[in-house]
């Protein structure tokens, strides 16, 4: 069940959370003085279409958190069923698919939106290349390869949470409430799962030999000119960070490529995608070679693309 609603007393925390077995309540500040409230019941497992009033979102968040906080004046009430579905492929031919098209799954989390706007933000650029004639099949098929393990890695986490929330056994929900609090403080742990719900700590397979930084998020980092780094990516353009602007030539093939320089220089070369992930980095020296053969195995082929037939 999802409610949004005005809060008499609201939670202390931020969030309120807690499953007690039969039922799961969550509640969370939604802007403007509106909580929005998930809520279920194990013992009325109804149609998506069964109608909802809001004493029964008020009785399941009773049980689960203790009280209902007073919530009232709900402006909009409504039961959905929760499924967790991913399909095979993100490409066939000429189709790719991205957000909730290419994977489904509980909300618990908030993982579904980031994870569908990095889908759209891994694929745009690798189109846009396939329109300007350098990017082939095999960067149009590393869309799938990239974001594939994503969405396998979003249903399994969100419907971790969602199993934790539900254990039913005592013992399993003390255990739920004491161990797993104490554990996420651990600050491995902490920043592990903060990247993990954000999106933000994942990383993308690299070549073998290569830097281990290659495939993981660009760090924002300050600029020469006064900007930051995002703010350079934001013409959705290869940036080079670190080099002068003639090493830009190095990529004849690129529609578009920017140089930057980072306020505290580094000993390497740092090629950030259009989508702010590292392609690579390296000595200055060695990006040349590195450049020729990485544009040149994605160059769209002679007869054209299968994309683009």
Not at 39 to 56: F, G, I, K, Y
Not at 113 to 132: R, S
């Amino acid at each position: 069940m999802l409610a949004d609603v005005r809060l008499s007393t609201p939670p202390d925390d931020v969030l309120a959370v807690n499953g007690v077995g039969d039922g799961f309540a969550l509640v969370a500040p939604f802007g403007e003085g509106w909580y929005r409230v998930f809520a279920w019941n194990r013992n009325n497992q109804v149609e998506d279409s069964a109608p909802l009033d809001l004493a029964e979102v008020r009785e399941v968040t009773r049980r689960a958190l203790g009280s209902d906080f007073g919530m009232h004046d709900p402006r909009w009430l409504s039961r959905f069923h929760s499924d967790e579905r991913q399909v095979p492929a993100y490409r066939v031919g000429r189709v790719f698919l991205a957000g909730d098209a290419a994977h489904c799954h509980s909300p618990a989390g908030g993982q579904g939106m980031n994870t569908g706007m990095q889908d759209a933000a891994n694929l745009g650029w690798k189109l846009a290349a396939a329109v300007a004639g350098w990017g082939g099949e095999a960067l149009l098929d590393s869309y799938h390869a990239e974001r594939h393990p994503v969405g396998r890695q979003v249903l399994r986490s969100s419907g971790l949470l969602v199993r934790l929330a539900l254990v039913r056994p005592w013992w399993a929900r003390m255990a739920r409430n004491t161990i797993a609090p104490a554990i996420v403080r651990l600050p491995v742990v902490r920043d592990r799962v903060a990247g993990t719900i954000s999106a933000i700590g994942l990383r993308y397979p690299a070549p073998a030999g290569a830097d281990h930084r290659v495939g993981t998020r660009a760090p924002d980092v300050q600029l020469r000119d006064g900007r930051w780094l995002y703010q350079a990516l934001r013409g959705g353009r290869f940036v080079l960070v670190g080099a002068p602007a003639e090493q830009l030539d190095l990529l004849p093939q690129v529609d578009g490529a920017d140089s930057a320089q980072p306020m505290l220089a580094g000993d390497r070369l740092l090629l950030v995608r259009p989508d702010g992930y590292l392609g690579w980095v390296g000595a200055a020296a060695d990006f040349a070679a590195w450049a020729s053969g990485y544009f040149e195995d994605r160059r769209q082929s002679p007869a054209g693309s299968r994309a683009e037939r």
